[in-house]
């Protein structure tokens, strides 16, 4: 009798140690599980997440998953905010693809029953719990499993379910080991998500930003004109996709050449679209044209200020430099700059924007060019040999700093061989890798050497710049306008 009550005591022993070193023996699988986990959770965070760093890595979660647990097989589908499934992951192949499932909503099964109510489910056995639908894969028959959500704060990033064909399979050790993973998992997906929006979200940005370049391209004249006796170059180079800089050139009423280059504070789509506002405005108002109230003066109103000085109109020049009667068609160009100046005063001065801008008009015939420089680096007028003949500085301020400012109109003239350089401050304060700008000091050493024509000239200018910065970040908007009277043996003239 005692032997026997031994016999059952020592037996019951034996199952308890069976128990424990089958739990010791599952927790050992799940820590080096957890281990090789935890190596491909740093592997991920270390790499951009792309489409198939993620799925290889969650393929390797769900197959440690399957180790850890002792399951046969294993599932994870992929579900987005809507619930939908995006993506499926099995651990083996099916005998007939699920193509099915994608895009279609999880609320049937045990799948659906684990999205409406956020917590893991064990099934003992699958013959006597309604939740469990039957997979396309027939010949396989599963009595245990085991579905897992994982969650973060009550978003659903995907499902694991683990499948076993011995029924009661599952123990409550699982159900704690795979709740941890699926905490990890969610990180990793959280992260994927938020990653797949931004990437998502910046393409969208540069696409728009690569169209409003075009547009803003588009804004730069096409072609610049061909003036007989003349040579006109340009160039313009933009630190970032959107720039504030911007040139003009195009042709006035009765022959006369427009010429602009100007520079929108700040950088970025703001100022981009302030350029674009302030180039339509300089071509409407000094074509003419009657906007938003603000209608140009006739030419003989133009004439009569030009004779009187009076009113708000732009005054001549208030030096005798120059003493010959101002060009009545130049003035009634150069009208654009206060109509330019008080339309954006007015409609945007609560936006703080403003453009340091310079506006000749050219009489190719005569070389008399009249301008208002509002408050832009000084145009300079070149000597055949690179000399600084005259610099055309500021005659008032930048433009849409306050409405009602008079603006000075100036004039000079351009002899054969001579040149006119324009530049915005982007090629002065070009900065080297040790912050050391370019400098107007260093622009003017590279003139004499390149007086060959406009165009030679600004491709050595750059060439200057791009030797100077190397590698640094460009950091403001480049724009070079040159205009350049041919001498009388290249242009064909006749005495």
Avoid at 102 to 114: C, E, H, P, T, Y
Avoid at 157 to 166: D, K, N, P, R
Avoid at 223 to 233: K, L, R, T
Avoid at 314 to 320: S, T, V
Wanted: one cysteine or more; proline letters at 4%; a negative charge.
């Amino acid at each position: 009798m005692a032997n026997g009550l031994r016999e059952q005591i020592l037996l019951q022993e034996i199952v308890r140690l069976q128990q424990k070193v089958a739990e010791l023996t599952l927790a050992q699988t799940a820590l080096e599980a957890q281990r090789q986990l935890l190596a491909g959770f740093v592997e991920i965070a270390r790499s951009p997440i792309n489409t198939e760093i993620l799925k290889q890595f969650l393929f390797e979660a769900l197959t440690l998953s399957t180790t850890m647990t002792g399951a046969e097989r294993g599932s994870l589908l992929l579900v987005d905010h809507h619930g939908k499934i995006e993506d499926a992951i099995f651990t083996h192949d099916l005998t007939q693809t699920p193509g099915t499932l994608f895009n279609q909503f999880i609320d049937r099964g045990l799948a659906g029953w684990i999205n409406t109510h956020r917590q893991i489910v064990l099934i003992p056995d699958t013959e006597q719990d309604e939740r469990w639908l039957k997979w396309p894969d027939n010949q396989y028959k599963a009595r245990s499993v085991l579905g897992v959500p994982i969650l973060k704060e009550q978003t659903l990033y995907g499902v694991i379910t683990l499948l076993h064909s011995v029924p009661h399979y599952f123990s409550p050790a699982t159900v704690n080991v795979m709740d941890m993973t699926a905490g990890q998992m969610s990180l990793v997906l959280e992260n994927a998500q938020i990653y797949g929006r931004l990437q998502r979200y910046s393409q969208s940005l540069n696409m728009d930003l690569e169209k409003g370049r075009q547009i803003q391209i588009n804004f730069l004249p096409a072609m610049i004109p061909h003036v007989p006796g003349w040579e006109i170059a340009a160039h313009f180079q933009p630190a970032d996709q959107m720039a504030g800089d911007f040139y003009d050139i195009f042709e006035l009423p009765q022959g006369q050449v427009g010429l602009v280059i100007a520079d929108v504070c700040d950088k970025g789509v703001g100022a981009a679209l302030f350029m674009g506002l302030f180039r339509s405005l300089m071509r409407i108002f000094s074509g003419q044209t009657v906007l938003a109230g603000l209608s140009v003066q006739s030419l003989e109103e133009h004439q009569m200020l030009a004779e009187q000085y009076g009113g708000d109109a732009i005054a001549p020049p208030a030096d005798a430099s120059h003493p010959m009667r101002l060009d009545a068609q130049h003035m009634l160009a150069l009208r654009a700059i206060r109509l330019t100046n008080d339309y954006i005063a007015i409609n945007h001065g609560d936006l703080g924007m403003f453009a340091t801008l310079f506006f000749g008009v050219l009489n190719p015939k005569t070389g008399e060019l009249t301008y208002v420089n509002a408050g832009h680096e000084p145009l300079m007028v070149l000597t055949a040999a690179g000399a600084v003949r005259e610099e055309l500085r500021a005659s008032g301020p930048a433009l849409g700093v306050m409405p009602k400012i008079p603006f000075r109109m100036r004039r000079t003239v351009l002899t054969p061989g001579e040149m006119l350089l324009g530049y915005t401050d982007g090629v002065t304060d070009a900065r080297a890798t040790d912050e050391r700008f370019f400098t107007k000091l260093e622009l003017l050493r590279h003139l004499s050497l390149s007086m060959t024509s406009a165009q030679t000239l600004l491709n050595n200018i750059m060439a200057a710049v791009r030797d100077h910065t190397g590698v640094a970040k460009q950091f403001d908007d480049v724009t070079l306008l040159a205009v350049r009277r041919l001498p009388r043996e290249e242009d064909g003239w006749r005495v």
